[in-house]
């Protein structure tokens, strides 16, 4: 049974007829049917109904790039077909009355609703049932869990991932696939369940930056040429960033790896230091999660408390003690961030940083650090975690491109031009 | 002492009646109550009514709130909640044939659920228009019923002015909390960009929509606020003796009424009779796009957000919704680029210009509401302040023709929304003193 691996590449070839939107579907049906009793990536599939839409699919012309293509729809975001639960036992089994603005737009662009992925509660820490693809003892990381295990694993070839702090990027790394965070803003949220409105951002996991810039485009409800290879190798910065004080050697003997390919291929990379406003920028980032979130679950924290788990209830907690003033500040705080990226990017195309702090943690419970992802989150930069490099224990550790501010196009770029350096 | 009608109490007055013991809050929902029985015929503000059991759920939270201690400044007070915003246990039909049949959500969304932890009791829905766009949804203006409430939170304006409700939830993306207080004499508030949380509120624009209040006074509004933003509600500054405002014609002037022209003049006259200083103030040149950019960030967005019921229950959307969004379709990318660069240069330019003043004043909307309930009337005087994501209030007391309102905004800077509740209060005691 193939992996379903190349997105573009699939559509491509049922638009010229050489394969089928019905054989994909069958195809992954088959590696969830086979694969998934280990892994554990689907809350929910839905056979019949994906096969139906596929046999639709067959008998029109394609209407986008990636028409016929099967994807996973992360469980926080709601279908009007499937009881979207949010990693909650609170909405367990609820059926949304709609699709959410991105789903509906992937699907007007002929792709298909394979199922539900498996999140961690509300996006948040408590984990989900996914193990990761590469080793069964080790976790996915999170909260995309389900997303990211899915395409690794060869299920689909897309799947839809949320980040708030590095919910797209960490687990993208973990289970050796490309993950890519778009610009804050850039796909439609309606019809998601919120955690923090100003941080929470919709983007997608894959196998190409290729794949997931077009996948992110669909959701976007843009129709857009794919961003051509660059042709020029990008100027690359190392930022190690204030997170590096939690590195392991995995991720730190993997991006000086990555470094050197990218000088031998002919780069210029060169030492970043974050301007100054970037010292705080890890806490504020916490406070404006915990504080958005206390808000954003407001009807969850104050009529099931005790459905929430210990890890959610003490977010929860540190939100209700964060006072008016410590938001506005982080507030502040982000808005010199992202005036300072300007000095950050003088003289860079793009920022490369480990995207965890290594490989995935042996266990469940702990779906790992997002803090080489958090200050991205925060500034609402562009990120892609590529893969390719492995670390001690044999599992994937990615590298995480960063574009400036709306520079989604410099990000997949240079992600595409680093990948094949990576898996040589 | 007995309060003899309940219904003409604000907000703040009818918690402090509770709080003393000389209101319950079921007596306070009981008149509402009758008082809906009596009007909405003619008014129709609500969406939801005795089927969906919005008062009988309303009663059994009053009695529960009757028998504890206030959990918050407005404990006990009956809210409206604009029907494109969850209440668990009512349907949230949006306006729109598609939600028709709806069952009831079954969670509130995050602005209900803080109002509700402070012990705050819903109301039920009111009218909106389909999905917070065009199509009016029957709502009349209470004033007059031959007359627009305005929109889209036409049932939110009615019900308020119309004192079916103390407060009432709405929302703006162009310019639908402002204006229809405007045109029903109500006051509006629509706090700096990203304050109230909108989880579980329908999104349409994402860059623009922002959750607002209906009130009958400032001080209400202010307080309601912060209960929806989930955090401490301050008192009002009353200190102000002079404060300093700006008349500002806008890129909309030359689109407004005389009614409006003369309206704002006799608003400037009235400030510095009470003691403010008011200089007039033209907005930077980068405002000059502001109007086109706004109209091109919400059309492109809108047809986007609103994909699913569009693209697939799109024999159930109104031909106005479909030919609005029309547009919004063959929006180029860099068209909306443009428009988003446009927000982002004038939200950069706004401490500019309040570096001199502390509030801008300018008439609410074009004019007195249109005699056509269907015609929900123009948001040119909104839309750049929601662009921008600045505070607005929208303070009554002006009239224009046949005696229908005319409200001046009140603007601040963003994230200074305080201040400019402030301003408004004042202003609204100088264009109502006699």
């Known amino acids: 049974m193939p992996k379903l691996t190349n997105a573009l590449a699939l559509a491509a070839s049922i638009a010229r007829g050489e394969t089928t939107a019905v054989a994909a579907v069958e195809a992954a049906l088959g590696r969830v049917e086979a694969l998934d009793g280990n892994v554990r990536a689907w809350k929910i599939i839905q056979p019949e109904q994906a096969l139906t839409e596929a046999a639709k699919r067959d008998s029109e012309k394609p209407r986008g790039p990636l028409h016929g293509v099967p994807v996973g729809v992360k469980d926080v975001i709601d279908t009007g077909d499937l009881p979207t639960g949010y990693g909650s036992p609170i909405h367990e089994g609820k059926q949304p009355a709609a699709d959410a603005a991105c789903v509906a737009l992937l699907r007007e662009a002929g792709m298909i609703v394979l199922g539900k992925t498996v999140s961690t509660e509300f996006a948040m820490r408590h984990p989900g049932v996914t193990r990761n693809p590469h080793n069964l003892a080790h976790t996915p990381g999170g909260s995309s869990s389900g997303s990211a295990a899915a395409v690794a694993d060869g299920h689909v070839p897309l799947a839809i991932g949320t980040q708030t702090s590095g919910s797209i990027i960490r687990p993208a790394s973990f289970c050796g696939v490309v993950g890519y965070k778009p610009s804050w803003g850039g796909v439609p949220r309606g019809g998601m369940k919120m955690l923090a409105e100003s941080l929470d951002v919709i983007g997608a996991m894959a196998n190409t930056a290729a794949d997931a810039e077009a996948f992110a485009q669909a959701m976007a409800g843009r129709q857009v040429l794919p961003t051509p290879p660059s042709a020029t190798a990008p100027r690359f910065g190392i930022a190690r960033t204030k997170a590096w004080a939690s590195v392991e050697h995995a991720s730190a003997a993997a991006l000086e790896a990555a470094a050197a390919a990218c000088v031998a291929a002919g780069a210029t990379v060169t030492d970043v230091e974050l301007p100054p406003p970037f010292a705080d920028a890890l806490d504020a980032h916490d406070v404006v999660m915990t504080y958005e979130a206390w808000r954003m679950l407001a009807h969850e924290r104050t009529t099931c408390w005790d459905q929430l788990s210990p890890a959610l209830q003490a977010v929860m907690e540190r939100g209700a003690a964060c006072s008016q003033e410590a938001y506005a500040n982080a507030l502040e705080i982000r808005s010199r961030c992202r005036h300072s990226l300007k000095t950050a990017f003088a003289n860079v195309d793009v920022l490369l940083t480990p995207s965890a702090t290594g490989e995935a943690p042996e266990g469940l419970d702990f779906t790992g650090a997002p803090e080489f992802n958090r200050i991205w989150t925060f500034t609402g930069t562009p990120c892609v975690t590529v893969p390719g490099l492995t670390g001690p224990q044999g599992l994937p550790v990615g590298i995480q491109i960063i574009g400036p501010l709306g520079g989604d196009v410099s990000a997949i770029a240079a992600a595409d031009w680093l990948r094949p350096l990576l898996t040589q | ?434």
């Open chain 2, 1 to 434: 002492m007995s309060i003899e009608d309940p219904t003409r109490l604000g907000a703040l007055e009818a918690a402090r009646a509770i709080q003393a013991g000389t209101l319950t809050s079921v007596a306070l929902v009981e008149a509402l109550a009758a008082r809906r029985e009596d009007r909405d015929v003619a008014v129709c503000a609500w969406a939801t009514n005795n089927e969906d059991g919005d008062l009988a759920r309303a009663l059994d939270e009053a009695r529960a709130r009757d028998a504890e201690d206030a959990r918050g400044p407005l404990h006990g007070v009956p809210f409206g909640i604009k029907d494109i915003i969850d209440v668990a246990g009512l349907p949230t039909r949006m306006g729109s044939s598609i939600y028709e049949t709806s069952g009831p959500a079954m969670a509130d969304a995050a602005c209900v659920a803080l109002a509700r932890d402070t012990g705050m009791v819903p109301l039920g829905k009111t009218v909106t228009t389909e999905f917070a766009l065009r199509s009016a949804g029957g709502t009349r203006n209470p004033l007059n019923p031959k007359y627009s409430p305005g929109g889209s939170s036409s049932g939110s304006a009615a019900a308020v002015a119309d004192f079916q409700a103390p407060l009432a939830i709405g929302t703006q993306t162009g310019g639908s909390v402002i204006r229809p207080a405007s045109y029903c004499g109500a006051v509006g508030f629509k706090p700096t960009f990203g304050r109230i949380p909108r989880a579980g509120v329908k999104s349409v624009s994402e860059s623009l929509d922002t959750v607002g209040i209906l009130a009958r006074n400032v001080a209400d509004a202010a307080v309601f606020a912060a209960v929806l933003e989930g955090v401490e509600a301050v008192d009002l500054d009353d200190t102000l003796t002079r404060p300093r405002f700006a008349f500002c014609r806008t890129p909309a002037w030359d689109r407004m009424s005389n009614d409006a022209h003369k309206a704002g003049r006799v608003a400037v006259d009235k400030a510095r009779e009470a003691g403010a200083s008011v200089i007039d103030m033209d907005l930077p040149p980068a405002f000059r796009e502001a109007l086109e950019a706004q109209s091109v960030i919400q059309n492109y967005e809108a047809c986007r957000s609103l994909a699913f019921e569009l693209r697939f229950r799109g024999e159930d959307v109104s031909r106005a919704l479909k030919e609005y969004v029309a547009a919004g379709y063959d929006t180029m990318r860099e068209r909306y680029d443009w428009a988003r660069n446009v927000q982002a240069v004038c939200r950069a330019a706004m401490w500019q210009v309040f570096s001199k003043i502390s509030a801008i004043i300018t008439p609410a909307a074009p004019g007195v509401a249109p005699e056509n309930p269907s015609d929900t009337g123009s948001p040119i005087c909104n839309q750049i302040w929601t662009m921008v994501g600045a505070p607005v209030v929208n303070t009554p007391g002006m009239t224009g023709a046949a005696a229908m309102p005319i409200g001046m905004q009140v603007i601040g800077p963003p994230g200074r929304a305080a201040e400019t509740l402030a301003h408004a209060a004042w202003l609204h005691r100088a264009l109502t003193k006699k």
